[in-house]
């Protein structure tokens, strides 16, 4: 009923940029908050960054000063620009949404599939 895609991963040089992206679609009423999560191969998920519907921010101290989140609340999209990539910053990053659907104005967690992205030195 809700479906989140995201795009953008890819392999990147240390140092370098990268832009993510996160389309939502459905039966969407309202999107809550957004965040993205990454994990690394052996790593728990970890939060990198969320944004709430009102444009309130929080970051994981590790990223802090090099991504910034935003979102797009009219097109249902989330963004994360990563600058200063390294090579820690290796990971599959997945879009998160709390939405409320048409359906039944539940809210409910819904997640992305994936994308790679690839830092080398």
């Known amino acids: 009923q809700v479906q989140l895609v995201e795009s953008g991963g890819g392999l990147v040089q240390a140092g370098g940029s990268l832009r993510l992206s996160c389309a939502a679609s459905g039966r969407i009423y309202v999107i809550h908050d957004m965040g993205w999560y990454r994990q690394a191969p052996g790593k728990q998920r970890e939060l990198v960054a969320g944004?709430?519907?009102?444009?309130?921010?929080k970051y994981g101290d590790s990223v802090k000063g090099r991504f910034t989140i935003s979102r797009d609340n009219a097109k249902n999209t989330l963004s994360l620009q990563m600058n200063s990539l390294k090579p820690e910053d290796t990971a599959v990053y997945y879009c998160n949404a709390d939405v409320r659907s048409t359906t039944d104005y539940t809210a409910r967690d819904y997640w992305g599939q994936g994308t790679q992205v690839t830092v080398s030195l």
């Open positions: 944004i709430t519907r009102g444009g309130s921010t």
